[in-house]
């Protein structure tokens, strides 16, 4: 008798079937990245040369036991056509879809609402992934230690501050067996500086059982609260209309990891690699930064080559025109179609498609929208925060601003005019110098 193995698996010879399910989210979510998410939904927004999401599948594409890579959330259909449609070209072993939530349903609603599309093929077991975070995404890693522990549950954790800490969920764990043994979602006061960076492995028998337990209990108690994400707290009360809707939403993080912890083989991977949220329009840069510093590191050959003026790492799309005089990095993507003038100096700054920057401007610590110029001589600039730092917001003169200066689509900078540490909107005429301005 001969054993059927799958095609993927014997090719490369190790790992249960698996597929990948990425959460991107919805129109109304991704606010804090406003006003870059006003023209571009946030997981489509290029980060070190590529949307975010793409930097999860390449992860995603190193996993040989993965069939295939499902997409969950409530944006539009249309919205990832094009970039399914390119992947499927860069990716051509990995069938990309989108499921489409009819509303959110949070972060566990979504996987199960579409349960029989994800166990279509059998997989054994799912990986679930928030789109915005960025990190170098072990996950073979986490597969291996999944194998190791005959696990139910892996999740990936990070070490960050003590102050930082309460803002992500926390994990309490076994430092020698590696098992989870308590997770608390935000909690209120400091519990542990192990926290969760959004990225899972789940055995489909302990997974979605979980979540159905978590549903009956929610029914069970139908005035309890339901827990909507951070950028949504307004949705956190069960209102009496909202009842059928508000029941359905139901959050991974709240509603099932606790339990998961308490009743199966839970136990979390440990990353001493990078990891951040991405989720002020501010955090992309530096998000942009360790993207291209991963890339730098790999020897990508995508990335422009280092000169007297080329500071590595450096993205310069093949479209763009760069004077040669102009001095570039380090930690500098330059999108489609963009023209730097001679003299510039650009250093860890996204500069989007079809925009200009005049001759001897200076653009540091900055975002400059699609289609926007910088006059000649005009500075922008943000501040740099600790490398270490969870946040991109500091305190200047006694008010808290944005520490990356972020001009939207279509603005324009005057010849010799300074912006510093603003956040200006689309379509604005800057024509004097600005400073801790948000511009409207
Ligand atoms: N499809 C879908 N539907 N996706 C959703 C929904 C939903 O209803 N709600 C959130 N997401 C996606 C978001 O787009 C994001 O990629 C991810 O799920 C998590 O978003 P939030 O719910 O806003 O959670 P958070 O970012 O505040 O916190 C989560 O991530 C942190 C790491 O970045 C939690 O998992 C924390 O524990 C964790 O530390």
Known sequence: MSLQIPLREKANGAGKDTKAVILVGGPSRGTRFRP???????????????????????????????????????????????????????????????????????????????????????????????????????????AKLFDDKDAEAVILGTRVSEDAATNFGCIVSDAHSRRVLHYVEKPESRISNLINCGVYLFSVEAIFPSIKTAIKRRSERPRLLSYPSSENLENSFMADDDEDRSKQVLRLEQDVLSDLADSKQFFVYETKDFWRQIKTAGSAVPANALYLQKAHQSGSTELAKPSANIIPPVFIHPTATVDPTAKLGPN??????????????????????????????????????????????????????????HTTSIVKNGVKVQSITILGKECGVGDEVRVQNCVCLPFKELKRDVTNEVIM
Not at 361 to 367: G, H, Q
Request: glycine content about 8%; some cysteine; aromatic content about 10%.
């Open 332 to 389: 500098v993507s330059v999108g489609p179609r963009v023209v730097i003038g001679a003299g510039v100096r650009v250093k860890e700054t996204i500069v989007l498609e079809d925009s200009e920057i005049k001759h001897d401007a200076c653009v540091l610590y900055s975002i400059i929208g699609w289609n926007s110029r910088v006059g000649a001589w005009a500075r922008v600039e943000g501040t740099p925060t600790p490398v270490t730092s």
């Open 36 to 142: 870059l998410s006003l023209d571009v939904p946030k997981p489509l927004f290029d980060v070190a040369g590529h949307p975010i999401i793409w930097h999860c599948l390449t992860a995603i594409a190193k996993v040989p036991s993965i069939q295939e890579v499902v997409m969950i959330g409530y944006y539009d259909e249309s919205v990832f056509r094009d970039f399914i449609r390119e992947s499927a070209h860069e990716f051509p072993n990995l069938p990309i879809k989108y499921l489409r939530e009819y509303q959110a349903l949070g972060t566990a609603g979504g996987l199960y609402h579409f349960r029989d599309a994800i166990l279509k093929g059998r997989p054994e077991r799912i990986f679930v992934l928030n789109s915005d975070v960025c990190c170098s995404f072990p996950l073979n890693e986490m």
